[in-house]
Each structure stands twice: as structure tokens, then as C-alpha cells.
């Protein structure tokens, strides 16, 4: 009989449904395995009392403390005028602090009987401050007594006291006597690591560990558990990656070797400059992909400007040689134009095929967009579905039925991140058998989160700048504490016009969201706890130039909402050099090139992320002319939005930031989990920290799975597979 069930079983059948209820809606656990999955915070030491010197602020939070003293306060109120209002004040203390307890009116009884001076408890409230003193308003407490009730005594058997991550509406020590409850099931685990691997790296069984991590006695305890459970995380999620690249590398594709003397050869002879030796590394591995029988699946990691569109256009004009069509796929209609503006341009006449002066070996690039006109849009299918078009660019209009490909041999997606394993694998069943794959982002990512999140892609990495390319100078400009620091900024927007460049001005909203009644709620609760504002505005800063610091510069804006055509012709006279000053949303954020534009001012910069801001700082010197960034914000310098700016200014290099953003931010962010507001899977694995364990992972898994790719030899592993697949197939694997 299988035994999986006892960790399938139903919290509520266990708990009752109050507890049960609870549990589901403020901490996403249902079953009993999900609760044995819900691991300590941290633990507290019976002898060793906590800090109570560094509390957190309007947090829940739980401390083990000793009653130092308790006095009953009487006193008179409006509900007690005659004196009779009772309040009990407790004092608490661990050694590096000391806490106020207070507790009022008919809920002063019980503890005024308990919290005698010298009991040692848990307490667990929200900390405010009372008179320049922090206190905890009506704390619950479990008395800590090892000699006393017999619960209590199994409760806290060991030397160590969990402390779980809790809500306001059930306290740690409830979550422990729950656990206490379910932890006979944990024998039951059906172990998903291997025999031979746990025992090669010596780790404990999976009832072992979870036994440890709940109930330790030692901190070795802790240590062996924890290292144990972040191979589960790693090895499990691997071995999903793995059997995904293993499907993927069974698949049938064309090989695609490009002509000796074809298209690729005469582009490279027209090229005005050398390729770096990074650009050669890659193309190389890319072409070795290409002329494979199963599909190319590659990862293009490049920093801003490092030239992976060059790189990329290399590998389809290779396809187009050896007779195939290639698609690459923007994320937004003005990046698809931009693309095609400028792969034409670095093509010439090579992408003129089948015009007069077209040469002889050209080929045709089209573009394909959601808003062409119906004549345009009936050409471009047209030249698609006869092999006409070698090259076609655009947006997921592409994935659309109708659009038919003569013989589809690479899909380049740009910018990741936008974009879903199932868009990817939908554009992948539009050529007769299925095309290779090349992946670019220009948002640098840790090599572990590589491995983590886009497992199922080999990684290529650009990491040198070509020559040509100035440095960017970025400052911070704190507008509230320094106004003359912003004054200054408009003057070098001014000097950098007056020497006959360009200018960005970034701003995090675009200001006409009184039509939108989503926006309108967020503008009544602004974040901004600093100074209570909605974020700046794209339309309103822009006319506040205008008429103000940038008066008799031609200032224009551009951003999400505006008609496609309009947004083009704003790009195309911003690129042209008609416009001085752009102020625009984050829609330039990815792949606009203007050589010309040196400068760029980001309004309210705290609002927007690490990698968001340096992305958007590598739209400026791309051209001969250095380049300036100023990120300007209100927010205090101690804060840590600050701090994360001055981190941004101080180093161009985007895989230091990217490390810099994920240490501040959660791991389930980064792994896309933020925005589903599902619980990360990774419980106990810190994608940075723990580099070693996923990389050996990998290396496990893809072994495993060469050896058994549907791991009939693994029902442990295979079931916790299917966990994780139907938890996360839509936050996780499938976020591509």
C-alpha cells in the first residue's frame, strides 16, 4: 500500500477547522505534509535569553523573556470614571533589553496570576512605542515551565525553542503544537533523493530531517536538517529542469550550417568594425547549437549595449544561408520597430531581397505587429509562407494561427523575462519540425539564479563591452534634502542640448490615469509613506519643463497608452535629433538606441528596481559621448531605497547589481513569485548563498535523469516531482 497519504491528509481533519481555516488563509498550508514543510524561523536557546534591544518597529514578533516586574494600575477613565480602570504593566527583560507589557480592563485578571516577577514565558504581540518606550499591547503568552503540565513539557522538550514564521492570528507556539501533532507522520515521507546520493554525501533521511528541524536538540541537529532539506529543494526542482532539457534534446530539428561564401560572410564584410572576442565566443557556441539534429535551447545573457543583437542577427542570417526563415519576437511594438529599423540599417542592401539594388545574395526582413494595416499585414504573411521573407520581426502577433512560415529555423526571443514558457513553446509548433531557440536579456542574472529559474536553457554570456561605447558617470540627486542639487541637473540636461545632444527624462507614471479606475483607487493610498504623493507623472513633468528649467527646448513625451503610430513617430524624430528632451514611462527601458541621447535624469528613481534602473541608464552613452545618469529622489538618505540607489550609482556592472537586488529582495521575487503571491518553493535554499548545492545539484539530476529519464526507480522522487510541478507549474517552471 502506499503510504503518501498520511501527508496528503487534510489539516482540518487533523487540527479541526478553526485551526485548519486559519492555517490555509493566512499561510497557504492545507495538508499535513505542507505543515511538516512549514519550518522553523529561527530558534531560541532555554538558557540564553533574545534581544530584545533590536526589535523591529509595527512587527509581529515573538520573544522568550524572564518577568522582571508587575504592577496593577488603577486609574479613571470615561468608561471607569470612579477610579475602578484597571491596568496591569509588566516589565520584561533577557539581558540586552527591556520590554513593557501592558494589558487592560477584564484581560489584566490571568496574567496579573501568572506573570509573577521571575517567570520565564514566550510573548507574542505587535511592538509599538508608548512614551518614547516600546511595548506590546495585550501580548499572548505561553508560560514556559518544564516541570509543569505534561503538554507543555512535550511541547518543549529539547533545549531549543522553534519559533515559525507566524500571522497575528496564530501565534508560533500554536503552529509548534500543531507540528507536535502531525510529526509522527513525518516517518511516512516518502523520500525523493536516491539511496547512493544520500548516502555519498552523507545526508540524513527525509523523516529524519524533518524530525530535526522541528524538534532539535542540539544545533547540530538544525545544521543536519537544514542541509539535508536544501538538497530536496535543489535536487527536485533540477531533476524537473533536466527532464524538461532531456524532452527538448529527444526533439527532432533541422541542423543549420550556414553557406561557405552566403549571406552571413558578405554581412560580415560590410560590418564597420571587428567582433570582440566575447561576440566571437558566443556566435561560435551558437552556430556548434545550430548545426545539431535537436533544437538549439540558449540563453543570451549580455550587459546593456554589449552587442547581443549584433550576435543575434548573426545566428538568423546563418539559418537564412542554409535555407531556413528566422523570427525574432519583441515584447513591445516600439522595440519591434526599433528592431527591424536597425537590422535593416545594419543590413543595407543585403536586406533588400528581390527589390532592384537589392544584392544578390539578400533576403527580405519584415516587420509583423498587432497594428499594421490590413495591406501591409497581408504582404508580410505573404512573404512569410513563400520563403520570401528570411527575416521576420515582431511582437506576439507572430504566434497568431494565421501567421504560416515557409520553414521556421530559429525563434530569437528578446527580453526574457516577458516572456512565458508557453509562448515560447507556441512559436516552437509553427515550423515543420520544431526550430532552435536563442534567448537574450540584457538583465544580468547570478549564475544560480540562471541555473534556477531558467534551468532549461544553456547560458551564454557577453560580458564585454565593444569599443566605441562611452561610460556612463550616474549620481544621486536627493531633491528634498539638496533642491539646488535638481536645479543643477536641468542646467547639465541644458549644456548637454547645448552641445548638440540628447536628453531622457524617466518618469514611473504617465499621469492620465483619471480614466483609469485601478489607478484612481491607488492615487487615494499612495505608497509613498515619506510624503504622501502619487509617484511623478510623465504628462505633468513634462509641462512643469517646459514652461520651466527646459523652456525653448522641444520636450515630447512618449509612453504605453499612446496610439502605435504615435509612438513611433515620436521615436523616429527623437532618433532623428528633432526632439531635445524625451520624458517618457519605462517603455524605453529595453533596446531604444539613440547614440546622440548622453544624458538622463530618472524622476523618483527609488521607485523603481535595480536592474529596472540599470536597464534604463544603458539608454544613454551609446554613442562617442560619455554618458550621465542622475537618479534623483526625496527619500531620506538612511533609508534603504537610498541605499539601493547609491548602489546603482556607484558600479556599472550589471551581475554585481543583480547580486545586490536579489540580497535585498526575497528569492521568491527574483523567481517571479511576487506578483502570484504563492509562498516561494525554495523554503530553506538562498539562491546566492547556497551556489554550491545547486550547481552539485544539477549535476546529480542530470545523471539521474540520463540513467532514467522517467524515474520508474524513483516512486519518492517522482511523487515529489508532481508536487512541485502542480504547486508551481504556473508561478514557477512555466514563468520562463
Known amino acids: 500500500m502506499d503510504l503518501v497519504p498520511a501527508l496528503q491528509e487534510p489539516l482540518k481533519k487533523v487540527l479541526g477547522p478553526a485551526t485548519a481555516k486559519v492555517m490555509a488563509e493566512h499561510l497557504g498550508l492545507h495538508t499535513v505534509g505542507d505543515l511538516l514543510h512549514h519550518y522553523p524561523r529561527r ?32 486609574y479613571a477613565s470615561a468608561k471607569a470614571p470612579r ?21 487592560f480592563g477584564s484581560g489584566v485578571h490571568k496574567p496579573h496570576k501568572e506573570l509573577l516577577p521571575g517567570t520565564r514565558a514566550m510573548f507574542a504581540g505587535k511592538v509599538s512605542v508608548f512614551n518614547h518606550r516600546l511595548q506590546l499591547n495585550h501580548p499572548a503568552y505561553e508560560l514556559l515551565r518544564g516541570d509543569d503540565a505534561e503538554e507543555s513539557v512535550e511541547s518543549w522538550a529539547g533545549a531549543l525553542i522553534p519559533l515559525y514564521p507566524a500571522t497575528a492570528k ?7 503544537k500543531a507540528v507536535q501533532t502531525v510529526l509522527p507522520s513525518a516517518q511516512e515521507a516518502l523520500d525523493p533523493l536516491p539511496g547512493s546520493l544520500r548516502e555519498g554525501r ?124 528566422a523570427a525574432m519576437l519583441a515584447p513591445t ?19 533588400e531581397g528581390g527589390m532592384l539594388g537589392g544584392a544578390e545574395r539578400a533576403t527580405k526582413v519584415v516587420l509583423l505587429t498587432g497594428s499594421m494595416g490590413a495591406a501591409g499585414r497581408r504582404q508580410a504573411l505573404l512573404d512569410l509562407v513563400t520563403g520570401e521573407a528570411g527575416i521576420v520581426i515582431g511582437t506576439h502577433a507572430l504566434i497568431e494561427d494565421k501567421v504560416q512560415f515557409h520553414d521556421l529555423g530559429l525563434v530569437v526571443v528578446d527580453e526574457q523575462h516577458r516572456f512565458g514558457v508557453e509562448q515560447r ?18 538583465t544580468p542574472i547570478p549564475r544560480t539564479v540562471a541555473m534556477t529559474v531558467f534551468g532549461d536553457l544553456e547560458t551564454s554570456v557577453l560580458d564585454q563591452l565593444p569599443a566605441g561605447r562611452s561610460p556612463i558617470a550616474s549620481h544621486v540627486v536627493p531633491a528634498a534634502e539638496k533642491p539646488h542639487f535638481l536645479a543643477r541637473a536641468w542646467e547639465r540636461v541644458r549644456e548637454e542640448v547645448g552641445n548638440g545632444h540628447q536628453a531622457y527624462v524617466v518618469c514611473p507614471r504617465i499621469g492620465d490615469e483619471e480614466d483609469d479606475p485601478k489607478a484612481a483607487k491607488k492615487k487615494k493610498s499612495p505608497e509613498d509613506e515619506a510624503e504622501k504623493r502619487p509617484p511623478l507623472a510623465v504628462l505633468d513633468v513634462a509641462a512643469q519643463l517646459a514652461r520651466g528649467p527646459l523652456q525653448g527646448l522641444t520636450v515630447e513625451v512618449l509612453h504605453g497608452r499612446m496610439a502605435p503610430d504615435d509612438k513611433d513617430a515620436v521615436m523616429r524624430r527623437f532618433a532623428a535629433g528633432d526632439t531635445d528632451v524625451l520624458v517618457a514611462t519605462t517603455v524605453i527601458e529595453v533596446g531604444v538606441n539613440v547614440p546622440n541621447a548622453t544624458a538622463m ?17 544603458g539608454r544613454v552613452g551609446r554613442g562617442s559621448a560619455a ?68 550547481a552539485e545539484a544539477r549535476e546529480e539530476a542530470v545523471a539521474v535523469v540520463a540513467a532514467d529519464p522517467d524515474l520508474e526507480h524513483l516512486p519518492g522522487l517522482r511523487t515529489a516531482l508532481d508536487a512541485l510541478l502542480d504547486e508551481e507549474r504556473e508561478q514557477y517552471l512555466e514563468k520562463g
Open 83 to 103: 477610579g475602578k480602570g484597571q491596568r496591569l504593566e509588566v516589565t520584561i527583560t533577557d539581558g540586552s533589553g527591556r520590554l513593557q507589557l501592558v494589558f
Open 333 to 351: 511594438e516600439v522595440l519591434a520597430q526599433q528592431h527591424h529599423r536597425s537590422i535593416t540599417e545594419m543590413m543595407g542592401e543585403l536586406a
Open 43 to 74: 530558534y531560541e536557546e532555554r538558557g540564553q535569553l533574545t534581544g530584545l534591544a533590536d526589535l523591529p518597529m509595527d512587527e509581529h514578533v515573538t520573544v522568550v523573556a524572564q518577568v522582571a516586574d508587575a504592577r496593577l494600575v488603577t
Open 170 to 176: 496564530l501565534e508560533s507556539w500554536k503552529i509548534g
Open 202 to 325: 552523507g545526508l540524513v533521511s527525509l523523516p529524519e530531517a524533518l524530525l530535526k528541524i522541528h524538534r532539535p536538540h542540539t544545533k547540530a541537529d538544525i545544521a543536519d536538517a537544514r542541509a539535508r532539506l536544501k538538497w530536496d529543494e535543489a535536487f527536485v526542482l533540477q531533476v524537473a529542469l533536466a527532464r524538461r532539457r532531456y524532452a527538448d534534446a529527444q526533439l527532432p530539428a533541422v541542423p543549420r550550417r550556414p553557406a561557405a561564401d552566403g549571406l552571413l560572410t558578405a554581412f560580415d564584410d560590410r560590418l564597420p568594425f571587428t567582433l570582440t572576442d566575447g561576440q566571437r565566443k558566443v556566435s561560435a557556441e551558437i552556430f556548434d547549437d545550430l548545426a545539431t539534429d535537436h533544437p538549439m535551447h540558449r540563453l543570451l545573457q549580455g550587459e546593456v549595449g554589449s552587442g547581443k543583437t549584433l550576435v543575434a542577427l548573426r545566428a538568423m542570417l546563418a539559418v537564412v544561408d542554409a535555407g531556413g526563415q
Open 627 to 694: 554618458g550621465l545618469c542622475l537618479l534623483v529622489s526625496e527619500m531620506p538618505e538612511a533609508s534603504p531605497a537610498r541605499q539601493r540607489l547609491n548602489a546603482v550609482a556607484s558600479t556599472l556592472d550589471g551581475f554585481e547589481l543583480s547580486r545586490i537586488d536579489l540580497e535585498q529582495r526575497r528569492e521568491g521575487d527574483v523567481l517571479g513569485q511576487a506578483q502570484s503571491g504563492v509562498r516561494s518553493s525554495l523554503r530553506v535554499l538562498a539562491v546566492i548563498e547556497d551556489e554550491e548545492v545547486i
Open 601 to 617: 535624469v530618472i524622476m523618483d528613481a527609488d521607485r523603481f528596481g535595480v536592474s529596472q534602473l540599470h536597464q534604463l541608464r
Open 425 to 442: 513553446d507556441a512559436l516552437r509548433g509553427r515550423g515543420k519540425q520544431p526550430p532552435h531557440l536563442l534567448v537574450m536579456t540584457a
